[in-house]
């Protein structure tokens, strides 16, 4: 799990099975629990936590202090710092906290130890900028698409005197995040561009519009005469989904293996568009985000609110 997230929580339940073993082999003793010479009460942990707090709290202030002196240094009235690394477009969209956003970044504690990283996993994130620390919603909303910018991010603005549940990030530990804005994903925005996108797209040679506003595109055709699907019916395709800007989200053929699926439990661009195809067919749809994931986009993306869609889709059969 992403340590940007602080309003995400999980739980895991410890079960202990008996494996077949008798009551009484399983019974313990007595009621006595003995513990190891070294382990520490409640008391003890405490207060080493708190000692560890209070250390931190110094060595974060003293950090804070000398790097905000340094050359590109910026500091914010609630004392995030930060430096622009690189700064995008200057037709760049800023995201404001309620937007959703892509970013890829790396995280480090003040030593240098690499405690979370998008880069690492190989996938952008994409989250509500209003869901994660205070300085990530406060510093991500100084940045334009395609900025990469550094944010030094007190302990208060990061997870404060408590850290985190897994201890990679200590009590008061300042934070350190190279963060690329990759994009914003705004529903207003988006649905601006998609209906901007489709309105020029109609006007291309070979592009046509059904009634409800999907648009599509007859790449082949073919000739066997093959079985057209209804709603209800179960379908074999091969597809390919892209965004408007070409990024790939979905593809049965990168997966190397054809899909079936009952054609009325899918977005209805799909369920619409596929009805007008036979086996053997491939066609092009452009998909209005109203007939595919409408304002809510897919959880945690890769497709943002109010995102139009391009899928090329090959129908292997009708089951």
């Known amino acids: 799990m992403s340590k940007i997230w602080m309003m995400v929580a999980s739980a895991a339940v410890l079960t202990i099975a008996s494996c077949g073993q008798s009551d009484e082999e399983t019974k313990p003793a007595d009621d006595t629990i003995e513990l190891s010479d070294d382990a520490k009460t409640g008391a003890e942990l405490k207060a080493d936590h708190n000692k560890a707090a209070t250390e931190n709290l110094a060595a974060s202030n003293e950090f804070l202090k000398e790097n905000a002196s340094r050359d590109g240094v910026t500091v914010t009235d609630s004392g995030l710092q930060y430096m622009v690394l690189e700064e995008g477009p200057e037709d760049g969209y800023s995201p404001d906290s309620t937007d959703l956003v892509v970013v890829h970044y790396v995280g480090t504690l003040k030593d240098g130890k690499e405690f979370d990283s998008s880069r690492a996993r190989g996938a952008a994130a994409q989250f509500p900028l209003n869901r994660v620390i205070p300085g990530w919603t406060e510093g991500v909303q100084l940045m334009s698409e395609g900025d990469l910018f550094r944010f030094f991010v007190p302990p208060a603005l990061g997870y404060g005197e408590n850290g985190t549940p897994d201890g990679d990030i200590g009590p008061n530990e300042v934070l350190i995040f190279d963060v690329e804005l990759i994009k914003v994903q705004s529903a207003e ?22 009634d409800s506003g999907l648009q599509y595109q007859i790449i082949t055709e073919s000739d066997q005469g093959g079985k057209s699907p209804e709603a209800a019916d179960t379908v074999e395709v091969h597809y390919q989904g892209t965004l408007l800007n070409g990024t790939e989200f979905d593809s049965s053929y990168a997966r190397g293996e054809t899909i079936e699926f009952p054609l009325n439990r899918v977005i209805p661009g ?4 596929v009805q007008l195809m036979s086996e053997g067919d491939k066609y092009r749809f452009f998909i209005p985000p109203a007939l595919a994931y409408g304002e809510m986009g897919t959880p945690g993306g890769p497709i943002g609110p109010n995102e139009a869609l391009v899928f090329e889709v090959e129908l292997i059969a009708v089951k």
């Open 270 to 273: 799909w369920t619409e568009g």
């Open 189 to 210: 925005r988006n649905l601006e561009t998609a209906n901007q996108f489709l309105a020029e797209n109609l006007k291309k040679d070979g592009i046509q519009s059904t």
